[in-house]
């Protein structure tokens, strides 16, 4: 499907659903416009959303739901529709999942979600003369600069799959090494690793422990006598002389040195460090 150069939505009062709806037509078509009113036009030739009980709205009883039970919103409707098209079929699902369906399960039953109010404080307050239609654009370059980054995010990751993926099939005892800082937590969502070790972007190295991905957590965290321990203690604790920080969640530690992360990972798996 194309999306044409017109689009139609409610009027009045804005709401995250419509607002991001609109930021993502502009995003797959910079030339996009929008009318907003109470009623479509009659012979309107355009995509229609959050109103008119087409293909993109929501408000009808026999309304789509996913099948966790999450009811789409207009926003996920059109997402579901070019979603993919922007970041790649799996990156659009996990889009979905972590972004797109709380604000439409916000905009279908009123559950708290803190960057629906934020679009929502656009709205004109009640007492003052403000123009919704101009409310409503400020709202809609606001959400296209979120929307803009969840996209660039999601093909970051695309490009650091193939990298993250080489470093597993190399790796050894369930620790990753990675050749540079890289998102790696969806190339390993499902494997065996254990932990992943990478140049820190704050200098040094950090070692990351992979979280088990029906608990979410550490499936092999760092030692509990480093949990927040000044440099100078987990130095003598470790052995290890340039262990520099250990998370108090013991999930993540940094190093000066590639060696000394990877050997903290060997000392919480209980084992000698490997030459």
Known sequence: MQVPA????H??????????STALLRILRPDFTVTRGFEVPQGFEGIVYDIGNGPFDHHAADREERPNGIPYAAFGLLWRQFGAQLVGENQARLVDENFVQPLDLNDNTGENCLLA??????????????DPDACFAKAVEFAQVVLQNIIDNALAVNRADELVQTAYENSKDGIVVLPCYAPWKNALYRSDALFVVY????????????NDRLTKRPKKPFPMGWAGQPQEHLQKASGLKTLR????????????TKEDAIA???????????N
């Open 11 to 20: 009027g009045g009062k804005f709401h995250a659903d419509d607002v991001f």
């Open 117 to 130: 109010d934020a679009i929502g404080s656009f709205n004109p307050q009640w007492d003052m003369d403000q």
């Open 199 to 210: 140049p820190s972007q704050r200098g040094g190295w950090g070692a990351q422990c992979v």
């Open 264 to 274: 903290a990972c060997y000392l919480a798996l209980g084992r000698k460090p490997q």
């Open 245 to 256: 920080f250990c998370h108090v969640s013991r999930f993540l530690v940094t190093t000066e």
């Open 6 to 9: 017109a689009g139609f939505t």
